[in-house]
């Protein structure tokens, strides 16, 4: 019975000194909504050769999301963000494909052509750190945050 009680103490404490011991930081790209409102996000990203956007995650007033796992393989990634309780949006000067519903879409050029939504993003630059998190803010803030923030959108096919 001593025996029995050592081993569940011994197990018991293994597990508080695990808990307990440094983690590696998670390595991912997060997206804080700092506003009063429900806000709807897309994303826009270079896989491999190929721009991608993806959309759409809802993220509630004051709290955050994680949107990409893992080490971030690019330095630039794009955001799109529509507020959905008081209206308007933070966006930018690059253009990706969209639609209304959840979508994965393979390629910027021809949006509306392929029968989607042609619509802007801001850059976000990671400086080529492995995680990143933005912050949304509130309407008023975003258009100051928001300058110059279009340093380098993704290229654009010529017509």
Not at 18 to 33: Q, V
Request: hydrophobic share 40%; glycine share 10%.
């Amino acid at each position: 019975m001593k025996a029995g009680r050592g081993l569940l103490l011994a197990a018991s404490l293994a597990l508080v000194l695990a808990a307990l011991l440094p983690r590696p930081a998670a390595a991912d790209f997060r997206m804080c909504n700092r506003s009063p409102s429900r806000v709807g996000i897309a994303l826009g990203y270079k896989d491999g050769n190929t721009w991608s956007t993806e959309g759409w995650w809802n993220i509630g007033p004051n709290s955050c999301e994680t949107l990409l796992r893992g080490d971030l393989v690019a330095r630039f990634y794009y955001v799109y963000a529509i507020d959905y309780d008081l209206g308007g949006e933070w966006s930018g000067k690059a253009f990706m494909c969209t639609r209304d519903k959840e979508f994965t879409i393979r390629g910027i050029e021809d949006c509306l052509a392929r029968g989607y939504d042609r619509t802007g993003f801001f850059e976000v630059d990671t400086q080529e750190q492995k995680s990143w998190t933005v912050q949304l803010t509130e309407p008023a803030q975003k258009t100051a945050a928001q300058r110059g923030a279009v340093a380098h959108p993704p290229p654009q096919k010529k017509p």
